[in-house]
């Protein structure tokens, strides 16, 4: 047995080993790109480690991608195997008991078992991060700040992993409200820990919750060694900074960033793609034109219209089918996801709500249906966050919803989302906001429907 960085025992017997397995530990919580060259490492020299490959088969997971269940699947037999060889302790078993129970298609079971972890361990900043990253998955903010919130105290100021606590406290803060205190925590994770991706991005976040895109633009510039170590999350850091561009009206910059970091590679990961597919449909809700982009996002979500693993990634697929017109793709899509809803694991019960309804929202918008889009997306704003990823990344779907309501002329019903929208970001108005009070505005003045500009 040996220690780790974070001070837990692992069934390692080689220095080489506890070293390379320190650097999985230390890229996962920095989004590190080199993580899994660590990992590979680690199995090499003890293929007996069934720790290892239990991380190896959560981290293929929540990849989201279904063609890789195999290989989480392969991992999980690896694991299997090796425990019955070789004793590990109980914590690390509970590692291969998330694995096997999230393959069953019960992640919040399988988060179960990280915080069972966290109970005897609080201080394992492995298992922190990983109900952290599984609660964002499933949508669950408040479960992710008490989750912070619990732990917290067993971090001594000099423990390894407290810079990564305080990044992680950071996001929740934001994503349940409190911009202030989040704003503190994540300042103060970047300075303890300079790779602190998450963290700088929580702060990100922050500026786009309140509205202060030119701040965010400030906070950003000059700390870009915090963001370019990491994997594709850099691309999401890029895509926070496209956003600001587009509050303040800079388009040119958005297009150059969009183009030379958010799609320098072409890579069909849903989260590269969400990135993208909410750019140009943030663009194209301006009147701006984003001329062939959707062509390469489109060609690349038809591929993935059978997947199921996640509505969130569903959903930003369906943004690209839409945006380039792929009607027989965008069909399959709905056909799936309403199969989908027939079962009963936690994702499926995400594709009935609030995925079914937000995908016929979707199509509809994109057929011109703008009254029969509000209906749909109004049914379920607000059990939207139940589709995983962040209050910046949903609000696509929420500007399409007040977007199609103003096509639509449902200006009152509108103005009650802007309103719930205003409160929900601590009184703080973007300039996407302001245009669309100015729309109302507008259409009452003339005595009826105003539209935003469509393409």
Not at 157 to 173: K, Q, T
Not at 275 to 293: K, P
Request: aromatic letters at 8%.
């Amino acid at each position: 047995m040996k220690q780790d960085i974070f001070g837990q025992m692992n069934s390692l017997a080689h220095a080489d080993s506890v070293a390379a397995w320190d650097g999985v530990l230390l890229g996962f919580m920095a989004h590190s790109a080199v993580t899994p060259q660590h990992l590979a490492k680690v199995l090499q020299a003890e293929p007996n480690f069934a720790l290892g490959h239990a991380i190896k088969g959560i981290f293929t997971i929540l990849l989201g991608r279904r063609e890789l269940y195999a290989t989480a699947a392969e991992a999980l037999a690896t694991a299997e195997r090796a425990m019955q060889e070789y004793p590990i302790s109980e914590r690390e078993k509970l590692y291969v008991d998330a694995l096997r129970i999230w393959l069953a298609g019960q992640p919040t079971a399988a988060l179960m078992r990280f915080e069972k972890i966290l109970v005897n361990h609080p201080e394992d900043t492995l298992a922190m991060k990983l109900s952290h990253a599984t609660r964002f998955v499933l949508g669950d903010s408040q479960g992710m700040r008490r989750s912070i919130e619990r732990v917290m105290p067993a971090y001594a100021p000099d423990h390894p992993g407290r810079g990564y606590l305080l990044g992680c406290h950071a996001f929740s803060l934001e994503e349940t409200g409190a911009y202030e205190k989040a704003e503190i925590a994540g300042r103060q994770a970047l300075w303890m820990v300079s790779d602190d991706a998450w963290g700088l991005h929580a702060v990100a976040h922050v500026h786009d919750m309140t509205g202060n895109a030119a701040q965010g633009l400030d906070w950003l510039a000059g700390r870009e060694e915090a963001w370019t170590h990491c994997n594709n999350f850099r691309y999401h850091v890029w895509w926070h900074k496209a956003l600001m561009h587009l509050d303040l009206g800079q388009i040119d910059q958005v297009f150059e960033l969009y183009d030379v970091e958010i799609r320098k590679d072409k890579t069909d990961d849903y989260r590269d793609i969400s990135n993208a597919t909410s750019l140009l449909s943030r663009l194209e809700l301006e009147g701006v034109n984003v001329g062939s982009r959707w062509e390469e996002l489109a060609d690349l979500s038809a591929a993935r219209t059978e997947d199921g693993c996640l509505i969130f990634a569903d959903l930003h697929y369906l943004l690209a089918l839409t945006g380039d017109n792929r009607e027989d793709a965008t069909a399959k899509m709905l056909q799936r996801i309403h199969r989908d809803t027939k079962q009963t694991d936690d994702m499926s019960r995400r594709m009935a709500d609030p995925g079914l309804a937000a995908a016929q929202g979707l199509e509809a918008f994109g057929d011109g249906q703008y009254g029969v889009a509000f209906d749909h997306l109004l049914t379920v704003r607000g059990s939207m966050h139940l589709a995983g990823g962040s209050h910046a990344q949903r609000d696509v779907f929420e500007r399409i919803t007040i977007d199609s309501g103003l096509r639509a002329g449902r200006l009152d019903a509108v103005e009650r989302i802007l309103d719930d929208r205003r409160a929900k970001r601590a009184g703080g108005e973007d300039n996407y906001a302001l245009a669309r009070r100015a729309l109302i505005a507008t259409g009452r003045d003339q005595g009826g429907a105003q539209s935003v500009p469509a393409e």
